[in-house]
Protein backbone atom coordinates (compact mmCIF):
# COMPACT_ATOMS: atom_id res chain seq x y z
CA UNK A 1 0.00 0.00 0.00
CA UNK A 2 1.50 3.44 -0.54
CA UNK A 3 1.16 6.64 1.20
CA UNK A 4 -1.46 8.35 -0.88
CA UNK A 5 -4.02 5.36 -0.65
CA UNK A 6 -3.89 5.76 3.14
CA UNK A 7 -4.54 9.05 3.04
CA UNK A 8 -7.62 8.69 0.77
CA UNK A 9 -8.87 5.49 3.06
CA UNK A 10 -8.37 7.99 5.91
CA UNK A 11 -10.89 10.76 4.34
CA UNK A 12 -13.14 7.95 3.78
CA UNK A 13 -12.85 7.09 7.58
CA UNK A 14 -11.14 3.44 6.66
CA UNK A 15 -8.46 2.77 8.86
CA UNK A 16 -6.30 -0.64 10.07
CA UNK A 17 -5.44 -1.17 13.22
CA UNK A 18 -1.39 -0.97 12.83
CA UNK A 19 0.40 0.54 10.27
CA UNK A 20 4.31 0.35 10.55
CA UNK A 21 5.79 3.29 8.67
CA UNK A 22 10.45 2.86 8.15
CA UNK A 23 12.79 3.55 6.27
CA UNK A 24 15.42 6.27 5.59
CA UNK A 25 13.13 8.85 3.67
CA UNK A 26 11.10 10.69 6.51
CA UNK A 27 9.07 13.04 4.26
CA UNK A 28 6.28 10.29 3.80
CA UNK A 29 6.87 8.90 7.90
CA UNK A 30 6.47 12.76 8.73
CA UNK A 31 3.65 13.21 6.79
CA UNK A 32 1.63 9.95 7.66
CA UNK A 33 2.32 10.29 11.60
CA UNK A 34 0.71 14.29 11.31
CA UNK A 35 -2.47 13.42 9.18
CA UNK A 36 -2.63 11.05 12.14
CA UNK A 37 -2.49 12.79 14.94
CA UNK A 38 -4.30 15.82 13.13
CA UNK A 39 -7.54 14.34 11.06
CA UNK A 40 -8.43 10.57 12.17
CA UNK A 41 -10.25 12.38 15.81
CA UNK A 42 -12.00 15.28 15.93
CA UNK A 43 -10.10 18.33 18.19
CA UNK A 44 -13.12 17.10 21.14
CA UNK A 45 -11.97 12.99 20.73
CA UNK A 46 -8.43 13.89 20.22
CA UNK A 47 -8.62 14.60 24.26
CA UNK A 48 -9.48 11.46 25.40
CA UNK A 49 -8.52 9.07 22.27
CA UNK A 50 -4.80 10.37 21.45
CA UNK A 51 -2.15 9.16 23.10
CA UNK A 52 1.43 9.76 21.49
CA UNK A 53 4.60 8.18 22.76
CA UNK A 54 8.50 8.79 22.00
CA UNK A 55 10.91 5.75 21.48
CA UNK A 56 13.50 6.86 23.83
CA UNK A 57 11.25 7.73 26.81
CA UNK A 58 8.94 4.97 26.00
CA UNK A 59 8.40 1.87 27.54
CA UNK A 60 6.47 -1.27 25.35
CA UNK A 61 4.24 -2.24 28.31
CA UNK A 62 2.99 0.90 28.76
CA UNK A 63 2.44 1.48 24.77
CA UNK A 64 0.41 -1.84 24.07
CA UNK A 65 -1.88 -0.93 27.00
CA UNK A 66 -2.71 2.26 25.84
CA UNK A 67 -3.85 -0.11 22.72
CA UNK A 68 -5.58 -1.91 24.53
CA UNK A 69 -7.84 0.74 25.88
CA UNK A 70 -11.32 1.05 24.51
CA UNK A 71 -12.02 4.70 23.38
CA UNK A 72 -14.03 7.19 24.89
CA UNK A 73 -16.70 8.98 23.61
CA UNK A 74 -15.46 7.63 20.23
CA UNK A 75 -15.51 4.84 18.11
CA UNK A 76 -11.47 4.51 18.00
CA UNK A 77 -8.98 5.44 19.53
CA UNK A 78 -5.27 6.70 17.80
CA UNK A 79 -1.97 5.38 19.58
CA UNK A 80 1.16 6.82 17.87
CA UNK A 81 4.70 5.68 18.59
CA UNK A 82 7.35 7.94 16.99
CA UNK A 83 10.76 7.61 16.77
CA UNK A 84 10.31 4.15 17.40
CA UNK A 85 13.77 3.56 16.37
CA UNK A 86 14.99 4.52 19.53
CA UNK A 87 12.71 2.24 21.81
CA UNK A 88 14.52 -0.47 23.68
CA UNK A 89 12.51 -4.17 23.38
CA UNK A 90 10.43 -2.93 20.41
CA UNK A 91 9.98 -6.84 19.57
CA UNK A 92 8.07 -6.98 22.50
CA UNK A 93 4.96 -4.99 19.96
CA UNK A 94 4.95 -8.84 19.27
CA UNK A 95 2.22 -10.12 20.72
CA UNK A 96 -0.15 -6.90 19.84
CA UNK A 97 0.52 -6.71 16.52
CA UNK A 98 -0.78 -10.15 15.69
CA UNK A 99 -3.95 -9.34 18.07
CA UNK A 100 -4.56 -6.12 17.56
CA UNK A 101 -7.68 -4.02 19.12
CA UNK A 102 -10.06 -2.95 16.17
CA UNK A 103 -11.16 -0.14 18.31
CA UNK A 104 -7.51 1.09 17.98
CA UNK A 105 -5.27 2.67 15.52
CA UNK A 106 -1.86 2.17 16.29
CA UNK A 107 0.55 4.01 14.21
CA UNK A 108 4.66 3.43 14.74
CA UNK A 109 7.17 5.62 13.15
CA UNK A 110 10.06 3.87 12.53
CA UNK A 111 12.80 6.22 11.07
CA UNK A 112 16.27 6.06 9.53
CA UNK A 113 16.47 2.30 8.57
CA UNK A 114 13.72 -0.67 8.65
CA UNK A 115 13.33 -3.19 10.48
CA UNK A 116 15.67 -6.27 10.18
CA UNK A 117 13.93 -8.82 7.55
CA UNK A 118 15.13 -11.65 9.22
CA UNK A 119 13.81 -11.19 12.57
CA UNK A 120 10.34 -12.21 13.33
CA UNK A 121 8.81 -9.13 14.24
CA UNK A 122 9.58 -8.33 10.17
CA UNK A 123 7.34 -11.60 9.36
CA UNK A 124 4.64 -10.44 11.23
CA UNK A 125 4.50 -6.94 10.09
CA UNK A 126 4.47 -8.31 6.34
CA UNK A 127 1.81 -10.43 7.31
CA UNK A 128 -0.25 -8.45 10.06
CA UNK A 129 -0.16 -4.70 9.48
CA UNK A 130 -0.07 -1.99 7.02
CA UNK A 131 3.42 -1.44 6.20
CA UNK A 132 4.97 1.68 4.83
CA UNK A 133 8.70 1.27 3.68
CA UNK A 134 10.17 4.30 2.28
CA UNK A 135 13.75 5.19 0.46
CA UNK A 136 15.60 8.17 -0.78
CA UNK A 137 15.00 9.18 -4.12
CA UNK A 138 17.75 8.78 -6.74
CA UNK A 139 18.89 12.44 -8.25
CA UNK A 140 17.42 11.78 -10.88
CA UNK A 141 13.77 11.18 -9.57
CA UNK A 142 13.75 14.20 -7.74
CA UNK A 143 12.56 16.78 -10.81
CA UNK A 144 9.56 14.34 -11.32
CA UNK A 145 8.52 14.42 -7.70
CA UNK A 146 9.20 17.83 -7.14
CA UNK A 147 6.69 19.20 -10.20
CA UNK A 148 4.02 16.14 -9.24
CA UNK A 149 4.17 17.59 -5.87
CA UNK A 150 3.09 21.23 -7.29
CA UNK A 151 0.78 19.79 -9.60
CA UNK A 152 -0.89 18.46 -7.10
CA UNK A 153 -1.08 21.76 -5.45
CA UNK A 154 -2.36 22.91 -9.07
CA UNK A 155 0.28 25.40 -9.76
CA UNK A 156 2.97 24.94 -12.96
CA UNK A 157 6.61 24.76 -12.30
CA UNK A 158 8.94 25.74 -15.67
CA UNK A 159 11.33 23.24 -15.77
CA UNK A 160 13.81 25.99 -15.11
CA UNK A 161 12.41 26.67 -12.21
CA UNK A 162 12.81 22.67 -10.29
CA UNK A 163 15.88 22.29 -11.47
CA UNK A 164 16.85 25.69 -10.00
CA UNK A 165 14.90 24.10 -6.54
CA UNK A 166 16.45 20.67 -6.87
CA UNK A 167 20.22 21.68 -7.30
CA UNK A 168 20.00 23.81 -4.45
CA UNK A 169 18.10 21.98 -1.85
CA UNK A 170 19.62 18.09 -3.17
CA UNK A 171 17.64 15.17 -1.78
CA UNK A 172 15.65 16.75 1.61
CA UNK A 173 11.74 16.10 0.40
CA UNK A 174 11.16 17.75 3.51
CA UNK A 175 12.81 20.62 2.36
CA UNK A 176 11.58 20.78 -1.05
CA UNK A 177 8.17 20.94 -0.01
CA UNK A 178 8.55 23.34 2.55
CA UNK A 179 10.09 25.87 -0.25
CA UNK A 180 7.49 25.16 -2.51
CA UNK A 181 4.93 26.23 0.16
CA UNK A 182 6.86 29.20 0.45
CA UNK A 183 6.48 30.02 -3.27
CA UNK A 184 2.74 29.31 -3.28
CA UNK A 185 1.75 32.00 -0.45
CA UNK A 186 3.66 34.52 -2.21
CA UNK A 187 2.21 33.85 -6.02
CA UNK A 188 -0.73 35.72 -5.21
CA UNK A 189 -3.97 34.82 -7.75
CA UNK A 190 -0.72 33.09 -10.27
CA UNK A 191 -0.72 29.98 -11.07
CA UNK A 192 2.82 29.30 -12.31
CA UNK A 193 6.36 29.30 -10.98
CA UNK A 194 8.85 30.22 -12.61
CA UNK A 195 12.96 30.55 -11.92
CA UNK A 196 12.42 34.61 -10.82
CA UNK A 197 9.96 33.11 -8.43
CA UNK A 198 12.45 30.88 -7.16
CA UNK A 199 15.24 33.30 -7.06
CA UNK A 200 13.15 36.26 -5.30
CA UNK A 201 11.13 33.82 -2.74
CA UNK A 202 13.64 30.94 -2.26
CA UNK A 203 16.55 33.12 -2.31
CA UNK A 204 18.73 31.13 -5.28
CA UNK A 205 20.03 33.67 -7.77
CA UNK A 206 18.65 32.22 -11.00
CA UNK A 207 21.76 33.24 -13.00
CA UNK A 208 24.70 32.34 -10.61
CA UNK A 209 23.72 29.15 -9.13
CA UNK A 210 25.21 25.41 -9.20
CA UNK A 211 23.30 24.29 -11.92
CA UNK A 212 24.49 27.44 -14.30
CA UNK A 213 27.41 26.92 -12.90
CA UNK A 214 27.80 22.71 -14.26
CA UNK A 215 26.53 23.81 -17.60
CA UNK A 216 28.87 27.38 -17.68
CA UNK A 217 31.62 24.54 -17.12
CA UNK A 218 30.08 21.32 -19.42
CA UNK A 219 29.90 24.54 -22.38
CA UNK A 220 33.50 25.47 -21.82
CA UNK A 221 32.43 28.84 -20.91
CA UNK A 222 35.57 29.85 -18.96
CA UNK A 223 34.47 33.59 -18.08
CA UNK A 224 30.53 32.42 -16.77
CA UNK A 225 32.29 29.96 -14.88
CA UNK A 226 34.52 32.23 -13.11
CA UNK A 227 31.96 34.62 -12.87
CA UNK A 228 29.64 32.83 -10.81
CA UNK A 229 32.68 31.31 -9.18
CA UNK A 230 33.65 34.55 -7.81
CA UNK A 231 30.18 35.19 -6.87
CA UNK A 232 29.73 32.06 -4.56
CA UNK A 233 33.25 33.76 -3.57
CA UNK A 234 30.75 36.28 -2.21
CA UNK A 235 28.28 34.82 -0.98
CA UNK A 236 29.39 32.19 0.81
CA UNK A 237 26.19 30.61 2.10
CA UNK A 238 25.09 29.75 -1.72
CA UNK A 239 26.95 27.49 -3.05
CA UNK A 240 29.52 26.12 -0.55
CA UNK A 241 32.32 23.95 -2.00
CA UNK A 242 30.89 20.72 -0.21
CA UNK A 243 27.45 20.94 -2.56
CA UNK A 244 29.01 22.13 -5.77
CA UNK A 245 32.04 19.64 -6.11
CA UNK A 246 29.34 16.24 -5.74
CA UNK A 247 27.07 18.05 -8.33
CA UNK A 248 30.35 18.92 -10.68
CA UNK A 249 30.70 15.19 -10.55
CA UNK A 250 27.10 13.52 -10.79
CA UNK A 251 26.98 16.04 -13.78
CA UNK A 252 30.06 14.97 -15.76
CA UNK A 253 29.47 10.89 -14.53
CA UNK A 254 25.67 11.39 -16.54
CA UNK A 255 27.84 12.73 -19.33
CA UNK A 256 30.52 9.98 -19.27
CA UNK A 257 27.11 7.55 -19.64
CA UNK A 258 26.75 8.76 -22.46
CA UNK A 259 29.45 7.13 -24.24
CA UNK A 260 27.96 3.94 -23.79
CA UNK A 261 24.29 4.54 -24.43
CA UNK A 262 22.98 4.66 -27.69
CA UNK A 263 19.38 5.01 -29.18
CA UNK A 264 16.70 7.99 -29.38
CA UNK A 265 16.74 10.90 -27.11
CA UNK A 266 14.11 9.17 -24.61
CA UNK A 267 15.99 5.74 -24.46
CA UNK A 268 19.28 7.98 -23.67
CA UNK A 269 17.30 9.53 -21.20
CA UNK A 270 15.35 6.55 -19.78
CA UNK A 271 19.07 4.70 -19.15
CA UNK A 272 20.98 7.65 -17.70
CA UNK A 273 18.50 9.38 -15.56
CA UNK A 274 19.34 12.54 -17.68
CA UNK A 275 16.11 15.22 -17.63
CA UNK A 276 14.87 15.06 -21.49
CA UNK A 277 14.31 18.76 -21.31
CA UNK A 278 18.82 19.63 -20.91
CA UNK A 279 19.69 16.44 -22.49
CA UNK A 280 21.05 18.61 -25.31
CA UNK A 281 23.16 20.54 -23.29
CA UNK A 282 25.07 17.01 -21.78
CA UNK A 283 25.28 15.65 -25.01
CA UNK A 284 27.45 19.57 -26.01
CA UNK A 285 29.64 18.57 -22.91
CA UNK A 286 30.63 14.58 -24.49
CA UNK A 287 31.50 16.60 -27.69
CA UNK A 288 33.30 19.42 -26.49
CA UNK A 289 35.24 17.28 -23.87
CA UNK A 290 35.53 13.96 -25.46
CA UNK A 291 35.88 10.37 -24.34
CA UNK A 292 39.20 11.02 -22.66
CA UNK A 293 38.54 14.48 -21.66
CA UNK A 294 35.82 12.94 -19.38
CA UNK A 295 37.50 10.69 -17.79
CA UNK A 296 39.83 13.34 -16.73
CA UNK A 297 37.62 15.87 -15.32
CA UNK A 298 35.83 13.02 -13.21
CA UNK A 299 39.55 11.88 -11.73
CA UNK A 300 40.35 16.11 -10.72
CA UNK A 301 37.02 16.40 -9.66
CA UNK A 302 37.39 13.46 -7.05
CA UNK A 303 40.76 14.79 -6.40
CA UNK A 304 39.35 18.34 -5.49
CA UNK A 305 37.02 17.24 -3.53
CA UNK A 306 39.37 15.06 -1.05
CA UNK A 307 41.64 18.48 -1.23
CA UNK A 308 38.71 20.49 0.26
CA UNK A 309 38.10 18.08 2.94
CA UNK A 310 41.95 18.52 3.98
CA UNK A 311 43.50 15.76 2.39
CA UNK A 312 46.58 16.51 0.83
CA UNK A 313 45.87 20.32 1.55
CA UNK A 314 47.66 22.73 3.81
CA UNK A 315 44.44 24.76 3.76
CA UNK A 316 43.29 26.63 0.05
CA UNK A 317 40.71 28.77 0.53
CA UNK A 318 37.55 27.34 -1.15
CA UNK A 319 37.35 29.99 -4.10
CA UNK A 320 40.84 29.17 -5.19
CA UNK A 321 40.42 25.73 -4.80
CA UNK A 322 37.51 26.56 -7.58
CA UNK A 323 39.09 28.60 -9.55
CA UNK A 324 42.14 26.35 -10.17
CA UNK A 325 39.56 23.08 -10.88
CA UNK A 326 38.32 25.06 -13.45
CA UNK A 327 41.25 26.08 -15.42
CA UNK A 328 42.00 22.37 -15.37
CA UNK A 329 38.94 21.01 -16.06
CA UNK A 330 38.82 23.25 -19.62
CA UNK A 331 42.25 22.52 -20.82
CA UNK A 332 40.90 18.73 -20.83
CA UNK A 333 38.75 19.66 -23.85
CA UNK A 334 38.98 17.88 -27.03
Sequence with gaps: MNVDKILLEWKKKQYHPVYWLEGEEEFYIDLLTQAAETSILSEAEAGFNLSVFYGKDANWADVVNAC??????????VVLLKEAQQMKDLDKLEQYILNPLPSTVLLVAHKEKKVDGRSKLAKILKDKATLISTKKLKENELPGWTQQLIEKKGFMPTQKAIQLLVDHIGNDLSRIANEVDKLILNLGTRTSITEDDVEEYVGISKEYNVFEL????GLRNFSKALQIVQYFESNPKA???QMVLPALYSYFSKVFMLFGVKGDDKTIADQTGINSWFLRDYK??????????IQSTLVLLHHYNLRSLGVHDAGTEDASLMK???????MNAA
Design 68 to 77: KRYPMFSERQ
Design 214 to 217: QRAV
Design 239 to 241: API
Design 284 to 293: STASIYGFEG
Design 324 to 330: ELLYKVM
